[in-house]
């Protein structure tokens, strides 16, 4: 397990970007993936963007292909998602998590640690 605390949501326009972090406590991430959710009013919890941490290979969600980016610092033990050309539908709690597994798990179920999530709201 891996404790981590998300920042860097707001209020933001069509168009607009926003940088989240998620900072992992108590260890660092090496050795696991890195995994991004939302969770939109009304909707189930979906998976956005995953990292791993030792490779640098990323996956993302369709919708998120080409707008956003998952990266990571070392020196800073945080992963990033940089959200570009944000659109209302973007609007969700957003929440970081990790996994030993080197593999792409979709399902937020396969996870048992979550940060405190960021709120991120896109106006039209």
């Known amino acids: 397990q891996v404790q981590v605390v998300e920042s860097g949501g707001g209020l933001v326009q069509t168009g607009g970007s926003l940088r989240l972090s998620c900072v992992a406590s108590g260890r660092t991430f090496s050795g696991y993936s890195v995994v991004w959710f939302r969770l939109a009013p009304g909707k189930e919890r979906e998976f956005v963007a995953?990292?791993?941490?030792?490779?640098?290979?990323?996956?993302?969600?369709?919708?998120?292909?080409?707008?956003?980016?998952?990266?990571?610092?070392?020196?800073?033990?945080?992963?990033?998602?940089?959200?570009?050309s944000l659109k209302p539908d973007d609007?969700?709690?957003?929440?970081?998590?990790?996994?030993?597994?080197?593999?792409?798990?979709?399902?937020?179920?396969?996870?048992?640690?979550?940060?405190?999530g960021t709120q991120v709201t896109v106006s039209s």
């Open 50 to 84: 995953h990292i791993n941490w030792d490779s640098g290979r990323t996956y993302y969600v369709d919708s998120a292909k080409g707008r956003f980016v998952i990266s990571r610092d070392s020196a800073k033990n945080t992963v990033y998602l940089q959200m570009n």
């Open 91 to 116: 609007t969700a709690v957003y929440y970081c998590t990790a996994s030993t597994s080197t593999l792409v798990i979709r399902t937020p179920g396969a996870y048992q640690y979550w940060g405190q």
